[in-house]
């Protein structure tokens, strides 16, 4: 499978969002800020002590922590999407 | 002349519209909290072509759901006062993400307006919009402005005034299509609502209906507490499921994913990026600023700096105000007859608010120093840095500065808590604050460790200063596993891009939250000082002398009297709770006078052990007294006791405005009172046990 968990791209790394894991006001903050499936993210650094990660996302930058990324499921931008 | 225009101004954090609100209303402006809560309100006015303009600033918020304290207000600002035109500030060169708090304000069905701002930012990045197209596509104008460059302000204006007044031909009412599904089960709730709650109108029901889905619980409150919950929450469950059954989907994400459908199919024609992947000169020196290697020391570097700069530059100011209000006092002590109200204006008012008005250079310069990090946009990288170390703590990244500024004050260090979002994190961060002991603590810690301990005075004194900072750590990790249990918030931080700050919004920045130190600590203060002068000042004393002669006799009566004044006798009140601590009734009524400003303790005991009120920490005649009347064990349960009880008045003061809730400044006094009780007893029979007193 292809499909990854966002935390796990290195710096540099690009994936495209297939859904956010977790449940209510994570999930939807998550949403509201652009995670939502189809948005393609790059992974822009990890801040000096590895956590949280910076990310690029609809054209602006924003951190999340470890945990956070482990619940956003990616795949490879280059694989085409099963809907 | 015209009606007044009532206009509100929103949009995303970041987004520069705090710029725009200053454009608008120039120095016009007055800044409160809005009702109940530390968030900042600002309000101002203008006019334009005859028109006057009312301006209220919302809070910045990426979205309008009930989560957040800022979400509720702009919101309910919305709805509960309807102004005449909502001005959304729209970031152009974010424009995606910006326009997601724009299509919840669609669905608000209120009047709108677009600002596109910073567009020079925008097409530096070759990002290119036709917002003449997107006004006539999403029914809105859409106005250009530079708010930095203070430009696009009267086009802004004009077309404000042209919408409140209905003349805009862009303008008309569209809805978000939230696709087939969704629609169905939106119409369903909608007709419930209009026709068995108490909510009949078309655009709110909708929006409401629309807010079921997702979930809010701001709404649901408000269709429990009216007729027709029944029927209406029977639908929602019935509309969730279905939803839920067709689409494979919760009902709230697909809300937010139809919402971003929704801006994707509008900026499809009318947005264009020319270039892709460049580095921009911003992300360089985000490079550099948030390097692995270089990132701390430059991150501490900026930290030392803002704090010799509080409390070194910020001396200088303070001692002129210490020796204007010094002054002051003695003027009025020649000019009134002496008398019970001249005693009460100089040792009352003027020392007990003076004692307020040394801090504003300090907590001005501090403002100014977080109000630059947070224009440049350094703040967001510095908790970016430090969030996994406070993060340890159960606190926030931001909740670093607040931290370390208690090394030199707990006042401006409480009220640099404004920079958290969240409450939780906020009220966390306030109530373990006060055991990073504060400079005003360090004199007592000179005296008494200077007098017992000889010379390991300066390990002795450092313990004290790591015992503060384990506690707090401590405390910390106690309060986060019990009273903010389950209530944690996404990190989801945005780093904005590095902007070069105006010297004027900076000032502003800073004016805004120092002047509601001035106006309203002043007055807590005030009450605070003149009830401790009453106490300590009745009943009063025999008649001064200004014979030397009789100096020496009157310093003995003097002992006496403060034994008999309220305080005294609340000392001595207090005694046995402190007994079993090794403190005797000095000790008692100099931790009592401590309470206003925990330097007090030194002059306190400066008077009780008859050696003058003048003599400080480093004065010798107090340093023997001190040694006769403490044990070295007592004296560091003493020392631990300053450190950890209750915080100053102006702390206090300071927690009381920061929270808002004289609930959470109780609990901050009480449970630092016994914590400090506990330590000090653990202290002192735990070394009388071990052999140590």
């Known amino acids: 499978m292809a499909s990854r968990k966002?935390?796990?791209?290195?710096?540099?790394?690009?994936?495209?969002?297939?859904?956010?894991?977790?449940?209510?006001?994570?999930?939807?903050?998550?949403?509201?800020?652009?995670?939502?499936?189809?948005?393609?993210?790059?992974?822009?650094?990890?801040?000096?002590?590895?956590?949280?990660?910076?990310?690029?996302?609809?054209?602006?930058?924003?951190?999340?922590?470890?945990?956070?990324?482990?619940?956003?499921?990616?795949?490879?931008?280059?694989?085409?999407?099963?809907g | 002349m015209a009606k007044e225009i009532r206009i509100a101004i929103a949009g995303n954090p970041n987004s520069g519209k705090t710029t725009i609100f200053n454009n608008l209303t120039g120095a016009r402006q007055k800044v409160g909290n809005w009702p109940g809560v530390t968030v900042?309100?600002?309000?101002?006015?203008?006019?334009?072509?005859?028109?006057?303009?009312?301006?209220?600033?919302?809070?910045?918020?990426?979205?309008?759901?009930?989560?957040?304290?800022?979400e509720i207000i702009a919101r309910n600002y919305i709805i509960e006062t309807q102004p005449d035109v909502v001005v959304d500030v729209i970031d152009a060169s974010n424009l995606e993400r910006n326009l997601y708090l724009a299509t919840q304000l669609i669905d608000l069905g209120v009047k709108l307006v677009f600002a596109l701002n910073m567009v020079d930012i925008a097409r530096s990045r070759g990002l290119v919009t036709d917002h003449a197209k997107l006004s006539v596509l999403m029914g809105i104008p859409f106005v250009s402005t530079v708010g930095t460059r203070n430009l696009g302000t009267r086009d802004l204006l004009e077309t404000i005034v042209r919408v409140a007044e209905d003349r805009e031909s862009v303008s008309r009412h569209i809805h978000i299509d939230y696709g087939l599904e969704l629609e169905e089960e939106i119409e369903k709730l909608q007709g419930l609502i209009r026709t068995h709650t108490s909510f009949p109108d078309k655009h709110h029901s909708r929006w409401m209906g629309i807010k079921l889905l997702e979930n809010d619980e701001e709404v649901t409150k408000q269709i429990e507490k009216g007729p027709g919950k029944r029927e209406v929450f029977d639908q929602?469950?019935?509309?969730?499921?279905?939803?839920?059954?067709?689409?494979?989907?919760?009902?709230?994400?697909?809300?937010?994913?139809?919402?971003?459908?929704?801006?994707?199919?509008?900026?499809?024609?009318?947005?264009?990026?020319?270039?892709?992947?460049?580095?921009?000169?911003?992300?360089?020196?985000?490079?550099?600023?948030?390097?692995?290697?270089?990132?701390?020391?430059?991150?501490?570097?900026?930290?030392?700096?803002?704090?010799?700069?509080?409390?070194?530059?910020?001396?200088?100011?303070?001692?002129?105000?210490?020796?204007?209000?010094?002054?002051?006092?003695?003027?009025?002590?020649?000019?009134?007859?002496?008398?019970?109200?001249?005693?009460?204006?100089?040792?009352?008012?003027?020392?007990?608010?003076?004692?307020?008005?040394?801090?504003?250079?300090?907590?001005?310069?501090?403002?100014?120093?977080?109000?630059?990090?947070?224009?440049?946009?350094?703040?967001?990288?510095?908790?970016?840095?430090?969030?996994?170390?406070?993060?340890?703590?159960?606190?926030?990244?931001?909740?670093?500065?607040?931290?370390?500024?208690?090394?030199?004050?707990?006042?401006?260090?409480?009220?640099?808590?404004?920079?958290?979002?969240?409450?939780?994190?906020?009220?966390?961060?306030?109530?373990?604050?006060?055991?990073?002991?504060?400079?005003?603590?360090?004199?007592?810690?000179?005296?008494i460790a200077g007098a017992l301990f000889g010379a390991r005075a300066g390990n002795v004194i450092f313990s004290i200063y790591l015992i503060g900072v384990a506690l707090a750590i401590l405390m910390g990790q106690i309060f986060k596993r019990t009273l903010f249990r389950g209530e944690i918030a996404p990190f989801v931080l945005e780093l904005p891009p590095y902007r070069m700050p105006t010297l004027k919004g900076t000032i502003i920045h800073m004016w805004d939250r120092g002047s509601i130190f001035i106006k309203r600590m002043g007055t807590v203060i005030l009450v605070g000082s003149i009830l401790i002068w009453a106490l300590s000042s009745f009943p009063m004393a025999p008649n001064h002398s200004s014979d030397p002669g009789v100096e020496k006799q009157y310093a003995a009566q003097r002992e006496e009297f403060q034994e008999n004044t309220l305080l005294g006798r609340l000392g001595k009140a207090i005694g046995p709770v402190l007994r079993p601590l090794g403190f005797d009734w000095r000790e008692s009524v100099a931790l009592l006078t401590g309470f206003v400003a925990k330097e007090i303790v030194v002059s306190t005991f400066g008077v009780l052990y008859h050696v003058g009120e003048n003599s400080g920490e480093e004065s010798e005649s107090l340093r023997s007294a001190i040694r006769s009347a403490m044990t070295p064990l007592i004296g560091y349960g003493f020392m631990v006791f300053v450190l950890v009880y209750t915080p100053c008045l102006a702390t206090v003061a300071a927690i009381r405005r920061e929270t808002g809730s004289w609930g959470w400044t109780g609990f901050s006094v009480g449970y630092s009172l016994t914590l400090a009780w506990i330590l000090a007893f653990i202290i002192y029979r735990g070394g009388l046990i071990l052999g140590l007193g």
């Open chain 1, 6 to 82: 966002l935390s796990d791209l290195r710096t540099g790394e690009r994936g495209i969002i297939e859904r956010v894991t977790g449940t209510g006001r994570f999930r939807q903050r998550l949403m509201e800020m652009g995670f939502v499936p189809g948005t393609e993210i790059l992974v822009e650094k990890f801040a000096p002590l590895q956590d949280p990660i910076e990310y690029v996302l609809k054209g602006y930058h924003v951190s999340l922590r470890h945990v956070e990324a482990e619940k956003i499921v990616v795949r490879d931008p280059a694989q085409i999407g099963e």
């Open chain 2, 40 to 70: 900042e309100k600002k309000e101002g006015m203008t006019s334009y072509n005859g028109h006057a303009i009312r301006v209220v600033d919302l809070p910045g918020t990426y979205s309008l759901t009930a989560y957040s304290l800022e």
């Open chain 2, 236 to 447: 929602l469950e019935k509309s969730k499921a279905h939803i839920h059954n067709i689409m494979g989907e919760e009902s709230e994400a697909l809300v937010a994913d139809r919402r971003y459908g929704f801006i994707r199919g509008a900026l499809k024609e009318t947005f264009q990026q020319t270039r892709r992947d460049r580095r921009y000169l911003s992300d360089q020196v985000d490079m550099v600023l948030t390097n692995r290697l270089l990132g701390f020391p430059i991150f501490i570097f900026f930290i030392w700096a803002m704090f010799q700069l509080t409390f070194t530059l910020g001396q200088y100011p303070t001692d002129w105000i210490d020796a204007g209000v010094g002054l002051l006092g003695q003027f009025v002590g020649e000019v009134m007859g002496a008398g019970l109200l001249r005693d009460l204006i100089i040792n009352g008012v003027i020392s007990g608010v003076g004692g307020v008005v040394v801090f504003l250079p300090n907590i001005f310069i501090l403002f100014f120093c977080i109000a630059l990090f947070e224009d440049t946009g350094y703040m967001a990288r510095a908790a970016f840095i430090m969030d996994k170390v406070m993060h340890t703590l159960g606190l926030h990244g931001k909740s670093f500065i607040p931290m370390i500024m208690g090394f030199g004050c707990n006042v401006p260090a409480i009220m640099a808590t404004r920079v958290l979002e969240s409450r939780r994190d906020r009220i966390l961060t306030i109530l373990i604050n006060p055991l990073i002991s504060c400079s005003a603590r360090l004199p007592v810690y000179v005296l």
